[in-house]
């Protein structure tokens, strides 16, 4: 069963623009973790931000924030002020206290225009 | 500190081939994983190893196999080369202190063609 769903395969922002990164996840676990990857086009996965289910405050990383709704089990990532060099593949992934395997989503591509 | 590193970066083989690429996690990180990504299947997890165990296993055929040694560092081999095992083979590490919060950090990953 799919854990982690990424809806927007591409998503298009004008740089110094705010954009919202959709991540839902699926767990029965009280405890886990949620955690923002991004992907240039050189390969490398990134570590951005990381949000714990008992956070009760929204986890900040300079202009990473995520909007953590644990109600609607969702962990969006926003970004402000959108830079040139943001454009790059993001992936949203939960991880399970039980083994130390990740899910990752499918991954959203976005693209910063000048 | 040095980040997590991969060996070799780019790599060519032929079908029927085998291939073994390295990794070397973080210092003091005791878990490593390895993670498949293609263009068609996405992200995909190979299998996850932690004080020289396999601990977790993805759903790949046996060819594809791995190892850690003491000093944490680990290596993947993949036998008899599939045209489907081109790929970016990505390896994390992370310090599996327990719980939901450990991070897993990614070195540059490997990419394999096979011809």
């Known amino acids: 069963a799919q854990k982690i769903t990424q809806t927007q395969p591409g998503m298009f922002v004008q740089e110094k623009e705010a954009v919202t990164l959709d991540c839902t996840y699926d767990t029965s676990d009280q405890s886990y973790g949620l955690f923002w990857y991004k992907q240039p086009s050189s390969g490398e996965m990134i570590f951005l931000i990381y949000q714990g289910s008992y956070d009760e405050q929204n986890a900040t990383e300079g202009r990473y924030s995520l909007n953590f709704q644990k109600a609607r089990k969702s962990a969006n990532l926003v970004i402000s002020a959108s830079q040139l060099g943001d454009s790059a593949m993001y992936f949203c992934?939960?991880?399970?206290?039980?083994?130390?395997?990740?899910?990752f989503g499918t991954g959203t591509s976005l693209t910063v225009i000048p | 500190k040095a980040g997590v590193t991969q060996t070799p970066r780019y790599l060519i083989k032929t079908r029927g081939q085998q291939v073994t690429l390295s990794c070397s996690p973080i210092?003091?990180?005791?878990?490593v994983s390895w993670y498949q990504q293609t263009p068609g299947q996405g992200l995909q997890f190979l299998f996850e190893y932690f004080s020289e165990t396999q601990r977790n296993k993805g759903n790949f055929p046996g060819r594809f196999s791995g190892r850690q040694f003491s000093n944490s560092r680990s290596e993947m081999n993949v036998s008899t080369l599939e045209l489907g095992d081109s790929a970016l083979y990505l390896c994390?590490?992370?310090?599996?202190?327990?719980?939901?919060?450990?991070?897993?950090?990614f070195g540059p990953g490997t990419r394999l063609t096979v011809l």
């Open positions: 210092s003091g990180h005791r878990s």
């Open positions: 994390a590490s992370s310090r599996q202190t327990g719980g939901g919060t450990d991070t897993q950090y």
């Open positions: 992934a939960m991880r399970l206290p039980t083994g130390n395997q990740f899910y």
